[in-house]
């Protein structure tokens, strides 16, 4: 099995923001809300444009059954309300191209994401891509582990470490300065 990484390069994102603009306004806000509020691919994909009118994105996680209340970032609100300008409530948010109003799918959104490995160079990218780089960037920005945590369901802080890639970053800054 291959290990999923976020993207950590803040410029990589920047350049995936600008490209996926222009080319897909669909991919852009997938991408765009992926990597701002960590939900799992299976989460994002079923959003309705009613599920994202207010201020949070309130759901119940399909993995956990869990209640999960998310505020939706300024920037994102503003990139969204353009995007649904012209959809109805029960619209998928997602809409695939197959079928009247269907979200697209997972193995779709996986080909989008492959898509941006090839075109800027990426390793590793997969669905959990967009949760984890949400994890990572946060992370960085915070240091905030328990709330990470929290944000993610997760039963301890050592899983959240490992999922967000931090534990690997860490061991190899350390090998990196090893010399005997």
């Keep these: 099995m291959n290990v999923v990484e976020p993207i950590r390069d803040r410029d990589t994102i920047t350049e995936i923001k600008r490209y996926l603009l222009v080319k897909n306004q669909r991919d852009y806000i997938l991408f765009f809300l992926g990597i701002n509020v960590g939900l799992r691919i299976s989460d994002l994909l079923r959003l309705k444009v009613r599920d994202i009118r207010g201020n949070h994105i309130v759901i119940r996680e399909q993995k956990t059954n869990k209640q999960k209340k998310i505020l939706i970032p300024k920037e994102v609100k503003r990139a969204l309300g353009m995007y649904v300008v012209d959809l109805d409530d029960q619209d998928y948010l997602f809409r695939s191209q197959k079928g009247i109003n269907r979200p697209i799918t997972r193995i779709t959104a996986y080909r989008i994401l492959k898509g941006l490995q090839e ?22 920005q915070f240091k905030d582990i328990v709330a990470l945590q929290k944000i993610f369901n997760h039963k301890d802080q050592k899983e959240t470490l490992i999922y967000i890639g931090i534990q690997q970053d860490e061991l190899d800054s350390k090998m990196l300065k090893f010399n005997l």
Excluded at 119 to 140: A, S, V
Aim: glycine share 14%; charged share 25%; aromatic share 22%.
């Design 119 to 140: 075109k800027f160079g990426l390793e590793n990218i997969g669905t959990h891509t967009l949760r984890k780089t949400f994890g990572y960037h946060f992370y960085k």
